[in-house]
T-cell receptor, first 110, second 114 residues
Framework: QKEVEQNSGPLSVPEGAIASLNCTYS??????FFWYRQYSGKSPELIMS????GDKEDGRFTAQLNKASQYVSLLIRDSQPSDSATYLC??????????FGDGTTLTVKP | EAGVAQSPRYKIIEKRQSVAFWCNPI?????LYWYQQILGQGPKLLIQ????????DSQLPKDRFSAERLKGVDSTLKIQPAKLEDSAVYLC????????????FGQGTRLTVV
């Protein structure tokens, strides 16, 4: 079992729809959770960070964390073609150990 | 604020040759990471420094890879000798601290071993 698992994808949604990206993790000592976006040929860029259970909203993006279920998700509302990218989930433990999932590729069709 | 700087951007070498990558983190960031990203996979942590001390190098192939962060700022990652399977993008990232802080990435170095 991988330490951080994401939807295998690819995920395709029409423009204006909600895209839902999911991530599960195995280390119960994980305390910090991050979503990165990576365009093809580019380096990852941070979208959201979340540290406590519940929802965190930033513009069209909402991160959701459920530590009991060891689950974190990212919702993208009103998806735009420019959101087409690979989304990486990263998890960091209390000791500072950082692990990335393999990413989910999202395509938003005009 | 300047971001994480990496060089070179691209490198092509033959197997068994050596190569070195350089990284300059965001000013004030104590934690520096080197990741290897193979096409289609997420970044894999090779080594993590806190200032000039190593926090985690459990996934660094120490028979061929080495890294240092002298004076707690710049860092270099070296591969000697390179293998075909080392072809990947090498990403450097930095964060303010070890725990609970976001990491910011440089542009990466794309290494091709032929």
């Amino acid at each position: 079992q991988k330490e951080v698992e994401q939807n295998s994808g690819p995920l395709s949604v029409p423009e204006g729809a909600i895209a839902s990206l999911n991530c599960t993790y195995s280390d119960r000592g994980s305390q910090s959770f991050f979503w990165y976006r990576q365009y093809s040929g580019k380096s990852p860029e941070l979208i959201m960070s979340i540290y406590s259970n519940g929802d965190k909203e930033d513009g069209r993006f909402t991160a959701q964390l459920n530590k009991a279920s060891q689950y974190v998700s990212l919702l993208i509302r009103d998806s735009q073609p420019s959101d087409s990218a690979t989304y990486l989930c990263a998890v960091k433990t209390n000791a500072g150990k950082s692990t990335f999932g393999d990413g989910t590729t999202l395509t938003v069709k005009p | 604020e300047a971001g994480v700087a990496q060089s070179p951007r691209y490198k092509i070498i033959e197997k068994r040759q050596s190569v070195a990558f350089w990284c300059n983190p965001i000013s004030g960031h104590a934690t520096l990471y080197w990741y290897q990203q193979i096409l289609g996979q997420g970044p894999k942590l090779l080594i993590q420094f806190q200032n000039n001390g190593v926090v985690d190098d459990s996934q660094l192939p120490k028979d061929r890879f080495s890294a240092e962060r002298l004076k707690g700022v710049d860092s270099t990652l070296k591969i000697q000798p390179a293998k075909l399977e080392d072809s990947a993008v090498y990403l450097c990232a930095s964060s303010l601290g070890v725990v609970g802080t976001e990491a910011f990435f440089g542009q990466g170095t794309r290494l091709t071993v032929v």
